[in-house]
């Protein structure tokens, strides 16, 4: 079956293509430090590790998660990425997959794909960049299909004001800096407004930089 969308628009209605070359490579290089494996590892478990059947990764930057994707549960995993900077060490990390893995350079607010294609969506680390985010999840929902499952990990706004405030403060550096970066969305909430049924949050404390981990169903 053809999940491809058409995708016959004009050139003006094309989200515009990304490269950001330091970004990508700074961004390779912290990923891999121990450090932050010891962080991020168990979170990229408990949603690329729970993905099934047919899956779109939205985001997939340098490919992090292709070597969490078990082949007993997923079919396949259709993955996007805006930025070809980071798809170039997406495509050396398809080695890694042991799971048929697609690359397409498209933004979540466009997705080139039919309704209803995918059983499962994995989210990690994604949109506190994306430029339009209420868009981008109502893009997902539309992708996803009935009882389809979002599994999501998000470094998002914090819940003490001070803190958010000071977030807030801080994100012309963070956008500036780190690849256009909105440190303090709240993304659960853009969730719950795009329609779907969260079914399950864990937040994670981390000073200016708390993230979160969600699962949810559309309905």
């Not at 053809?2 to 290089?29: C, G, L, M, V």
């Not at 408990?46 to 994707?69: D, R």
């Not at 996007?80 to 690359?103: C, K, T, W």
């Amino acid at each position: 079956m053809n999940h491809k969308r058409d995708t016959t628009t004009t050139q003006q209605e094309r989200p515009s293509q990304i490269f950001h070359p330091r970004f990508a490579a700074f961004y390779e290089r912290y990923a891999r430090l121990g450090s932050e494996r010891r962080i991020t590892d168990p979170l990229r478990e408990v949603t690329a590790g729970q993905a099934y059947g047919v899956v779109l990764e939205v985001g997939v930057g340098t490919g992090l998660n292709f070597s969490w994707y078990h082949p007993e549960r997923v079919v396949r995993v259709e993955a996007v990425e805006p930025d070809s900077a980071m798809l170039a060490y997406a495509r050396e990390r398809l080695r890694q997959a042991g799971v048929p893995i697609s690359l397409t350079q498209a933004s979540v607010e466009a997705l080139p794909f039919t309704d209803a294609s995918f059983d499962s969506v994995v989210v990690t680390l994604v949109f506190c960049s994306v430029e339009d985010s209420a868009q981008g999840m109502q893009e997902i929902r539309r992708v996803l299909k009935p009882q389809g499952t979002l599994f999501l990990f998000e470094h998002v706004r914090s819940q003490s004001a001070w803190v958010a405030r000071l977030q807030d403060a801080l994100v012309p550096l963070t956008t500036r800096l780190f690849g256009n970066c909105h440190w303090n969305r709240d993304t659960a909430r853009t969730v719950q407004e795009a329609g779907f049924d969260i079914t399950h949050v864990r937040r994670l404390k981390g000073g200016l930089d708390p993230h979160i981990v969600l699962q949810a169903l559309r309905p």
